[in-house]
């Protein structure tokens, strides 16, 4: 199998910077995402010195970003709104490119299932922008799985005909929040696929996704849906996903996403470790 290389989300061990790098290091990975949409690190208050500083500490502790994250919470349906939110992604991916890194990932809100809906317009207005400044860059705004099915989010991807605006995978958000089948999605939206979250998962009970991440307000609150588990101990295939992303070429990182748990850094060790086997255990077949 290929040896995909590992990356932690750097935000997932609670850490100061400095800490939590060293912290990426013990455990084993070889990449880190890290949020840049506020505070310290976000790009209006990283001059071009402040840059250099932290490529330099990453690379020199061996590392390098597989991603930034440029999730600004509140997608791309209110058309008042997108014009500030647009130039605000655009920020973080020339910060991106001076870290070295070609993908910001990002949410942009619920797809509608109905092409007409007029926030879906509104939605692939604000990504059609987005894709073409991210081709002149030669890079990627990377949707995250979950909100929609995979073949809905193939459809809007396609009308945009561009790889600028593509996929940062997470297969238990599928499972969470849709139901849907992460092994059949890879090969679905394989042309888009640039990053990935290994992050694991079980939905509970079905629920609006846009009910799930806000687009609407729930009328009578219920219990969380899903849950978020450890790798492996969730409804994620990991072999047969591996295997899917093998298949279709994809050779970036499997970057580790923990948003929950007391102890975060013996969980991604615990996940880099569980990783590191099943890629080696099919790699000996």
Do not use: W
Request: hydrophobic content about 35%; overall charge negative; charged content about 30%.
């Amino acid at each position: 199998m290929y040896q995909f290389p590992i990356g932690v989300m750097l935000d997932s061990f609670r850490l100061e910077t400095g800490e939590a790098i060293k912290k990426a290091v013990e455990v084993g990975a070889k990449g880190l995402q890290m949020y840049a949409t506020s505070g310290e690190y976000a790009p209006r208050n990283m001059n071009s010195e402040k840059r250099k500083e932290l490529l330099d500490m990453v690379k020199s502790s061996g590392l390098s970003f597989s991603a930034l994250c440029g999730d600004l919470g509140q997608g791309f349906g209110n058309k008042e709104k997108n014009h500030v939110l647009i130039e605000k992604s655009k920020r973080i991916l020339d910060l991106a490119k001076d870290l070295e890194t070609d993908v910001v990932t990002t949410h942009i809100g619920v797809v509608p299932d109905d092409s007409s809906n007029e926030r879906y317009k509104i939605m692939q207005e604000a990504c059609f922008e987005m894709s073409r400044y991210a081709d002149q860059m030669h890079a990627h705004f990377a949707i995250e799985t979950g909100p929609e099915p995979a073949v809905r989010l193939k459809g809007f991807l396609d009308a945009l005909h561009s790889t600028g605006v593509a996929v940062n995978y997470d297969p238990a958000n599928l499972i969470m929040v849709t139901g849907d089948d992460p092994v059949k999605g890879v090969y679905i939206l394989k042309d888009y696929i640039v990053h990935t979250h290994a992050k694991d998962g079980r939905q509970l009970f079905k629920k609006d996704p846009e009910i799930v991440y806000g687009v609407v307000e729930e009328k009578v609150k219920t219990d969380p849906s899903f849950v978020e588990l450890p790798l492996g101990e969730g409804d994620v295939d990991f072999d047969s996903y591996l295997a899917a992303l093998e298949d279709i070429g994809y050779q970036g990182f499997l970057t580790i996403e923990r948003e929950i748990g007391d102890n975060p850094t013996e969980d991604i060790r615990h996940a880099v470790v569980f990783l590191e086997e099943k890629i080696q255990g099919r790699s000996r077949r």
